[in-house]
């Protein structure tokens, strides 16, 4: 189970989210129908295009008579201008949750080691069931080839244990890269939120 403060941390982005209205393209076209987007439709080939600000608002008015390549151009920086603002937002809301979620430094080294730990435990899990499929698979093998020696056929049922055992390792093995990339994401993340909240803090007074 993830940490309380964690949980926090996610629910507090979740509240202070504003509604999010990207930079977007807006046109009319020969119908009357207006169409928005961050391309331009087929609708409004020929037809002028207004930019709009991440608030709606109408930022600048692009001639009819553009080129493909220049309504190409004009979608593409729209679609980079509105993944810039939304990083933005998400920043600002990244630091107003961590804010409201830790009182100190120290609660973040609390948090990431009740995490750590929980994430170890699990590794360490993974490592245990692997030995043992490992030896298993090893006896299996060690059965197989006492029967080659004799010139004799694997059993299939040992074959099938073998296949079988070998896949279980293959899987656990999978996993325990997976634990580990994550126990390490875990540690660089709250690294990072400790290092933000101390620049974020000493920018302000003392809570």
Same mark, same amino acid.
């Given at each position: 189970?993830?940490?309380?403060?964690?949980?926090?941390?996610?629910?507090?982005?979740?509240?202070?989210?504003?509604?999010?209205?990207?930079?977007?393209?807006?046109?009319?076209?020969?119908?009357?129908?207006?169409?928005?987007?961050?391309?331009?439709?087929?609708?409004?080939?020929?037809?002028?295009?207004? /930019?709009?600000?991440?608030?709606?608002?109408?930022?600048?008015?692009?001639?009819?008579?553009?080129?493909?390549?220049?309504?190409?151009?004009?979608?593409? /920086?729209?679609?980079?201008?509105?993944?810039?603002?939304?990083?933005?937002?998400?920043?600002?809301?990244?630091?107003?949750?961590?804010?409201?979620?830790?009182?100190?430094?120290? /609660?973040?080294?609390?948090?990431?080691?009740?995490?750590?730990?929980? =994430?170890?435990?699990?590794?360490?899990?993974?490592?245990?069931?692997?030995?043992?499929?490992?030896?298993? =698979?090893?006896?299996?093998?060690?059965?197989?080839?006492?029967?080659?020696?004799?010139?004799?056929?694997?059993?299939?049922?040992?074959?099938?244990?073998?296949?079988?055992?070998?896949?279980?390792?293959?899987? =656990?093995?999978?996993?325990?890269?997976?634990?580990?990339?994550? =126990?390490?994401?875990?540690?660089?993340?709250?690294?990072?939120?400790?290092?933000?909240?101390? /620049?974020?803090?000493?920018?302000?007074?003392?809570?």
């Amino acid at each position: 189970m993830l940490d309380k403060k964690v949980l926090s941390l996610a629910l507090l982005c979740l509240l202070a989210s504003p509604p999010v209205v990207a930079s977007s393209i807006k046109c009319v076209d020969s119908k009357g129908v207006t169409h928005y987007g961050d391309t331009i439709p087929p609708e409004c080939a020929n037809r002028p295009v207004t /930019e709009l600000d991440d608030k709606g608002v109408p930022a600048k008015e692009n001639p009819a008579d553009m080129t493909s390549e220049e309504r190409r151009a004009l979608e593409l /920086e729209v679609q980079k201008e509105a993944a810039q603002a939304q990083q933005a937002r998400d920043a600002r809301r990244h630091d107003s949750a961590l804010l409201g979620t830790y009182a100190s430094e120290a /609660e973040i080294d609390m948090a990431r080691d009740r995490n750590v730990q929980q =994430l170890s435990l699990a590794l360490s899990n993974v490592e245990s069931r692997l030995k043992s499929a490992k030896e298993k =698979l090893s006896q299996y093998n060690a059965q197989a080839s006492s029967f080659q020696q004799k010139n004799q056929p694997v059993p299939l049922d040992l074959a099938q244990s073998i296949s079988a055992a070998k896949k279980e390792v293959a899987d =656990l093995e999978v996993e325990r890269a997976q634990k580990q990339q994550d =126990l390490s994401a875990m540690k660089d993340k709250f690294d990072a939120d400790k290092k933000r909240y101390r /620049e974020l803090t000493q920018k302000q007074p003392a809570r």
